[in-house]
């Protein structure tokens, strides 16, 4: 292991320090009294919980937000980072969790800009320079090729080079393996080593252990916008780190509920969409959770919003309880018993300006307790479900009257939640329904998605997190490129499902 | 209609061709940097008034103008591309520095220029919808080479304003700036992903204000062009909705300076039949109100009809927060 | 949930109906004065006394009930064109047809009125009626079918359409709907004929003893029912909600199961008939005809009136009625300064923007406000929101 780590150089002088940061946005302290070192040719993993203050910090290290409080030295020098191009120029770079890349430009062009040499282009020389670049650090990727073209893991050598392009050598690294596949993330780690090995500064944020403890020469532990320890892997183990992160013994399994599973609620064969979805098929019965697991943005998103309507496919069936509603209108599909989980709830299931009440209603509105046959609301009635709805579900909020973007992350997904099983459904659609949330939050959504199989209902539940895969699922199937690609019991280890999350055609060529 | 009126219908369909391709290269900048801008009937009307009085002002006789000839006739369209953009900047107040609607504030624009225009011809010619006929304007101008292909064809080529030379020309230098230099890939980036262009520290709030003064001074250019160099004289509404027929052509072309060329061309030739069909032999049975919808008619088929096939740059309209930080 | 040092004291709170009224209001009044001091700004530049200037227009709208009665008419086809914008607005679209749909709403209902001239009394009225929010109506449906088949934006199709209208009414007096009884021997201009009197809105302002050169007619209380209508389409009906979540956010009313098209096109229609009233002032009140030099831009002064009224049906009444005294206005500045008249087109440019400016920035100001509650109440936030960085810009 040890030939694998940086060379431990506790005796080289820190690159960066920041000192005793503090973040306040309105509300909320997101840093307190941070301090941090990060020294040439390591990696620096900085863990924590969603919401820990980890994207925070290192946002204001890249002049992203300013500090409230604290200062910032750079070789011993307080510096103030005032803007990403401040950051830059003191050699310092981001890549962030969500691509920010110009889609119909080449990536030569994305590489280049704002650093663009002379005012008119000269592609040729530029081109040639990403070349070398991308040949230098391994990061391969055509110059020439537009973004629109590219995969995800083509886009983040793209994101990866732009820092480069500008002579960093501190490179942050926002969840960069959130969107990779497992053999993709192998490689990046190989190139991390390599730029490590050049004396770069890595900073690794991460919220997964595993990954953590194969890639990092330091790790630092943020809690509540604290820090909360600082240790290496070697004094380190996963349920340590989990407890650190968490500030109690994690539960990475909730108990079962003890039902007996059913009949099919819902059958899916063959459906075809717009180049996503390749032929799906799968069941899920009564009182039982299949899991979908998968690298992101392999029909995942397509295939939730074909069963619910939004997207009709081009070909296949879609039973519920033996009713063929392919190609239903979203209405029709919503009576028919089915319950929807957005992946998004800003985008797909609140209306963030509107009060509680209204987005309560929202889906339910032309239900006969809440509105007449001639069009009128019966507010007293969907104001009285709200309330109900609020207590039972716990969403903290002052009142029913207030708009939706007043709550937190974790309160609106309650929200969402209480809505969608409010409705008696058959079948629940759940899409990633614990991303951005907090470990409090997460808990009380996984309960209720367990507490599905007591009342009879199926769930279909798609992750991108192997973890809430396990710890819901009864089946699992693995979808890749818009195909199911293996199914496995909910004991199968993780590296037999990585195998399907990569495509059996892919495993195939590799064995 | 013979081959002559072909001739003479091209020239007209020119006119209006510079029309239209002046504003929609405004709005071209202006939607290139992320800023929707459906204020540009509202700029042009703002160049049409100043315009005009700036060409009295610098090319009038003298005692009341300068008497500077053909230069201060150019001064006089210059005039109106600067009040065109001093007007667009309060659209790029509004919208890039205090994040309004980008329509919202367009729709303001359009209205506060009717009045503005009155009020400012209230100032300039002391009456407030029109000024006196028959003002300063350029020499025309006749190809050579093309004014004399046959057929009446070489028509389409004689008397013409140096304006419309201009105009089409401007589709080399347009391009070049938009695709070959720097300032043209930062201002890209703004439109589709300010972002992107912000975390590569460049700012935004600045590429937008330049886009959006841009189309403020193409619009007042196209505005000035129409009153001083087509009809000779300032009168209230001589616009016409072009400010919005050109937005139309812009959507069509894509947002490319080339493909917009074509769509003005195209746009400006539909205008153009209602002034050329009055004689032909059927059309004529038709009541003149229908033929003057043709152009209006012509831009909704065509938007109804294309509209899907055509990638707005990704950020246009979206009231981009960080503009203002950096 | 226990944070720790992590929470902030929660500023007071307000019921959040009445803080939202209460920020409202004060948006608009720091908006007025705005426009006012830039207003007065101008003026001092032309040498005049603001002071004198502003109460001159004041003082000229409210000199006598006549005076008002007049404004309350001004008022009561911006309403109408205000109310038909909103209704658009509320939805997500920019209805700015509302002048096309006005004139052809005065063709059709100019061609009912003189049609249906063998109905009795009101029922010849109420066809009329009829028949001009039928027109806007139709009218409107056109840019709405467009919009929900072809997504071609209602911006350009509206415009173009309004081109369109206004060969429309020059075709109708032109052609089916020229004068048959020209008065002999004169030179009239392009007009329908006389309508029966049958076919009028009676007038009003009698009965507060508002002189007739008022023009304040029925249509005014008919103005003020049509925008509590439409307030309740928005508040308690079905549509209105549906609408709403459309206009907020398309996606989550497509997972919610919401037909967005056909919300779309309902609203068009509403929106159509609304407008279509518009030009009932001038055809069935003012002239008794429809004329070659109609009054125009009543469709666009609609979109001014309901941005200054935010879109509230309520707020629009009151928005026209600060504009119609504005518009009064003009013939004070005449009569007592030397400014020109087009000062106060200037001034209700300025007010506009004033409007949408400080109305924008104080909703940044209520949502930080809010946000910060939240913060305070629930405790440390998951994560740092878009709105944070919003904020943290702002």
């Given at each position: ?7 431990g ?39 924590g ?16 937000y300013?500090?409230?409080e ?5 070789g ?18 981001m ?31 530029a ?26 893991g083509e ?11 500008r002579g ?15 053999s ?5 780690f ?35 916008g ?5 240790t ?10 989990a ?42 019965r009564?009182?039982?959770?299949l ?12 295939l939730?919003?074909?069963?619910i ?41 609140l ?11 929202l ?9 007449g046959k ?11 479900m ?22 937190s992350?974790?309160?609106q ?51 991108a ?10 089946r699992?199937?693995?979808i890749?490129?818009?195909?199911i ?27 | ?28 900048f ?11 009937e ?28 053909a230069?201060g ?17 309060v ?10 609607d ?58 013409l304003?140096p304006?419309?030379l ?23 980036s ?5 972002e ?9 709030a ?14 007042g250019?196209?505005?000035?062009f ?26 069509l ?15 400006g ?7 050329r ?9 038709l ?10 008619v ?20 979206r ?8 | ?22 920020g ?15 207003g ?29 009665g ?12 205000a ?5 658009c ?10 002048e ?6 005065m ?16 029922l010849?009225?109420a ?14 449906a056109?840019p ?11 911006v ?6 309004n ?35 049958s ?14 050169s ?11 029912v049509?925008s ?7 508040r308690r009906l ?5 609408a ?8 989550s009313?497509r ?11 309902k609203l ?8 279509g ?13 429809l ?10 002064t ?12 309520i707020?629009?009444?009151?928005a026209?009625?600060?504009?119609a ?9 005449q ?10 087109i200037?001034?209700q ?5 004033s409007?949408?400016v ?14 910060q ?7 440390l ?14």
């Amino acid at each position: 292991m040890s030939d694998e780590r940086g060379a431990g150089r506790e005796s080289a002088p820190p690159l960066v320090v920041m000192e005793h940061v503090t973040k306040r946005f309105p509300g909320v302290v997101a840093n307190d009294d941070v301090s941090l070192e990060l020294r040439p040719g390591e990696v620096h993993a900085l863990i924590g919980e969603n919401g820990a203050g980890k994207s925070t910090l290192m946002r204001i290290l890249y002049g992203m937000y300013p500090a409230s409080e604290g200062r910032i030295l750079l070789g011993g020098e307080e510096i103030s980072i005032s803007s990403p191009r401040v950051a830059l120029q003191h050699g310092i770079g981001m890549v962030h969790q969500h691509f920010v890349l110009v889609d119909p430009f080449t990536v030569t062009e994305n590489v280049i800009l704002g650093d663009e040499g002379s005012a008119i282009l000269d592609m040729e020389t530029a081109q040639q320079k990403v070349a070398d670049l991308a040949q230098t650090y391994g990061f391969q990727v055509r110059p020439s090729a537009l973004i629109e073209d590219l995969s995800v893991g083509e886009e983040q050598r793209v994101e990866i080079l732009k820092a480069l392009y500008r002579g960093v050598e501190v490179l942050i690294l926002d969840e960069p393996t959130a969107v990779l596949t497992p053999s993709e993330a192998k490689d990046l780690f190989t190139n991390l080593r390599r730029l490590r090995d050049d004396g770069k500064a890595i900073v690794f944020i991460s919220h997964k252990l595993d990954e953590v403890l194969a890639i990092a020469d330091r790790i630092t532990v943020l809690r509540r916008g604290k820090v909360v320890g600082e240790t290496t892997p070697a004094d380190a183990s996963k349920a340590k780190l989990a407890e650190m992160m968490v500030g109690r013994p994690v539960l990475f399994r909730l108990e079962q509920p003890d039902v007996e599973i059913g009949e099919p609620i819902l059958e899916v064969e063959g459906l075809l969409g717009e180049g996503k979805l390749n032929g799906i098929g799968f069941e899920v019965r009564t009182r039982e959770i299949l899991g979908v697991a998968g690298v992101e943005g392999n029909g995942q998103k397509e295939l939730a919003e074909a069963l619910i309507g939004l997207r009709k496919p081009a070909a296949g069936t879609v039973r519920l309880a033996g009713t063929d509603i392919t190609g239903w209108p979203v209405a029709d599909i919503r009576n028919a018993g089915v319950a929807y989980i957005p992946e998004d709830r800003h985008e797909q299931g609140l209306v963030l300006n509107m009060t509680l009440w209204e987005n309560a209603v929202l889906g339910r509105e032309d239900d006969p307790p809440f509105s007449g046959k001639t069009g009128f609301l019966f507010i007293d009635r969907i104001k009285e479900m709200a309330r109900r709805l609020v207590k039972l579900f716990d969403v903290r909020t002052r009142s029913i009257n207030v708009a939706a973007s007043t709550l937190s992350g974790g309160n609106q997904q309650k929200l969402v939640l209480a809505r969608e099983l409010d409705t008696s459904p058959k079948l629940l659609i759940a899409s990633q329904p614990t991303r951005g949330l907090d470990v409090g939050a997460i808990e009380f959504v996984w309960r209720q998605i367990l507490d599905q199989k007591k009342e009879g209902r199926g769930v279909l539940l798609i992750s991108a997190e192997l973890d809430e895969i396990y710890a819901l699922s009864d089946r699992i199937v693995t979808i890749y490129e818009g195909r199911i690609t293996g199914e496995y019991a909910p004991d199968a280890r993780p590296e037999e499902i990585g195998v399907g999350m990569l495509g059996a055609a892919d495993t195939a060529e590799a064995s | 209609m013979d081959l002559t009126d072909i001739g003479a219908s091209i020239r007209i369909a020119f006119t209006y061709f510079t029309i239209l391709y002046l504003t929609g290269l405004g709005g071209l900048f202006s939607e290139r940097s992320g800023i929707v801008n459906i204020g540009l009937e509202g700029l042009m009307v703002i160049g049409t008034v100043s315009g005009a009085a700036g060409a009295a002002i610098f090319a009038g006789p003298a005692p009341e103008g300068m008497g500077l000839g053909a230069g201060g006739v150019v001064l006089g369209l210059l005039f109106g591309a600067l009040c065109g953009a001093l007007f667009a900047s309060v659209h790029a107040v509004a919208t890039i520095n205090f994040r309004v609607d980008h329509i919202v504030s367009g729709v303001v624009i359009n209205l506060v220029a009717i009045g503005l225009a009155r009020f400012l011809s209230f100032v300039f010619f002391e009456q407030a919808t029109q000024s006196d006929p028959g003002g300063p304007h350029l020499a025309r101008l006749d190809i050579p080479g093309l004014s004399d292909i046959p057929w009446g064809l070489g028509n389409a080529f004689q008397n013409l304003s140096p304006v419309v030379l201009f105009a089409a020309v401007l589709v080399f230098p347009v391009s070049f700036a938009l695709y070959r230099t720097r300032w043209g890939l930062r201002l890209r980036s703004a439109g589709e992903n300010p972002e992107a262009t912000r975390s590569l520290g460049v700012a935004v709030a600045p590429l937008q204000w330049q886009g959006v003064l841009l189309s403020g001074a193409l619009a007042g250019l196209s505005g000035a062009f129409l009153s001083v160099e087509v009809v000779l004289n300032w009168r209230e509404g001589q616009t016409l909705g072009l400010g919005f027929i050109a937005l139309a052509a812009l959507i069509l072309s894509n947002w490319d300076p080339r493909r917009l060329l074509v769509a003005a061309f195209l746009f400006g030739f539909a205008q153009a039949i209602p002034l050329r069909l009055d004689d032909a032999p059927l059309i004529s049975l038709l009541p003149p109100q229908f033929i003057n919808m043709i152009p209006y008619v012509v831009t909704i088929v065509a938007i109804a009809g294309f509209v899907a096939k055509v990638r707005p740059p990704a950020a246009a309209g979206r009231a981009y927060e960080g503009a203002g930080g950096t | 949930m226990s944070t720790g040092g992590a929470t902030l004291p929660a500023p007071r709170a307000l019921p959040p109906w009445l803080e939202s009224a209460v920020g409202q209001g004060l948006a608009l009044l720091a908006a007025f004065a705005i426009a006012v001091s830039a207003g007065a700004l101008i003026i001092i530049l032309y040498g005049e006394n603001p002071l004198s200037v502003y109460s001159a227009m004041l003082s000229f709208a409210f000199k006598d009930v006549t005076s008002v009665g007049t404004v309350l008419s001004i008022a009561t086809p911006l309403i109408f064109a205000a109310l038909a914008v909103s209704v658009c607005f509320k939805g997500g679209l920019f209805n700015i047809g509302v002048e096309g749909q006005f004139l052809v709403g005065m063709v059709t209902a100019s061609w009912a009125a003189l049609t249906f001239d063998f109905l009795p009394g009101l029922l010849h009225l109420a066809a009329v009626l009829l028949f001009a929010c039928f027109g806007g109506m139709v009218y409107a449906a056109v840019p709405g079918i467009l919009k929900v088949t072809t997504g071609a934006h209602e911006v350009v199709t509206t415009i173009m359409m309004n081109g369109i209208a206004i060969s429309i009414v020059a075709y109708a007096l032109n052609g089916p709907l020229r004068f048959t009884k020209a008065p002999p021997g004169q030179n009239v201009d392009l007009r329908t004929d006389i309508f029966e009197p049958s076919a009028l809105v009676p007038d009003l302002g009698h009965v507060f003893g508002v002189g007739g050169s008022a023009h304040l007619s029925w249509l005014f209380p008919i103005a003020i029912v049509a925008s509590a209508i439409v307030w309740f389409l928005f508040r308690r009906l079905r549509l209105g909600y549906e609408a709403r979540v459309v206009g907020s956010s398309a996606g989550s009313a497509r997972a919610g199961g919401i037909a967005i098209g056909g919300v779309q096109i309902k609203l068009f229609l509403i929106s159509g008939a609304l407008a279509g009233l518009t030009g009932m002032q001038q055809v069935l009140v003012e002239r008794g005809a429809l004329v070659q030099n109609y009054e125009a831009q009543l469709g666009f002064t609609g979109i001014a009136v309901a941005f200054l009224g935010q879109n509230n049906p309520i707020g629009i009444v009151f928005a026209a009625v600060l504009w119609a005294i504005l518009s009064r206005g003009e013939t004070a500045l005449q009569l007592g300064t030397n400014l020109p008249r087009e000062f106060v087109i200037i001034l209700q440019g300025i007010l506009i923007f004033s409007v949408v400016v400080v109305y924008q920035v104080a909703k940044r100001r209520l949502a930080r406000r809010e946000l910060q509650r939240a913060g305070a109440e629930v405790g440390l936030r998951d994560t740092a929101t878009p709105e944070d960085e919003a904020l943290q810009e702002a």
